[in-house]
């Protein structure tokens, strides 16, 4: 797969098929995460969009099914940069993570 976007020329060489696997992309609605969600469900992968705005994650979300016409991204609403919400992440066991990508995280103490 090769496509070009903007003035950056993208090639992904990588064709193993990711199908069962679970993969969690932080920071997801924007930038490298989006790119890197959309690969993942490409290849089969069950994607968690963890964004911290809802609504931009459904917007990259839809993007995402419009282009590669699977549904396997999910979104959900979470914000990494607080310890409260990180306990929220318990439920998926380290046997269904295949992937933990952390674009960028900082945690804060929450308020």
Request: glycine share 8%; net charge positive.
């Amino acid at each position: 797969m090769s496509e070009t976007i903007g003035t950056w020329h993208k090639a992904c060489c990588i064709s193993k098929r990711l199908d069962g696997k679970l993969a969690i992309v932080t920071g997801s609605n924007t930038g490298i995460g989006l790119v890197t969600a959309g690969e993942l469900a490409r290849r089969g992968a069950r994607v968690i969009m963890a964004c911290r705005n809802l609504s931009k994650a459904e917007d990259a979300k839809n993007s995402l099914l419009e282009k590669y016409g699977v549904d396997n991204p999910q979104s959900v609403n979470i914000d990494i940069a607080c310890k409260q919400v990180i306990s929220s992440l318990s439920p998926i066991y380290s046997d269904q993570v295949s992937s933990l990508i952390l674009q960028s995280i900082q945690v804060n103490t929450c308020l």
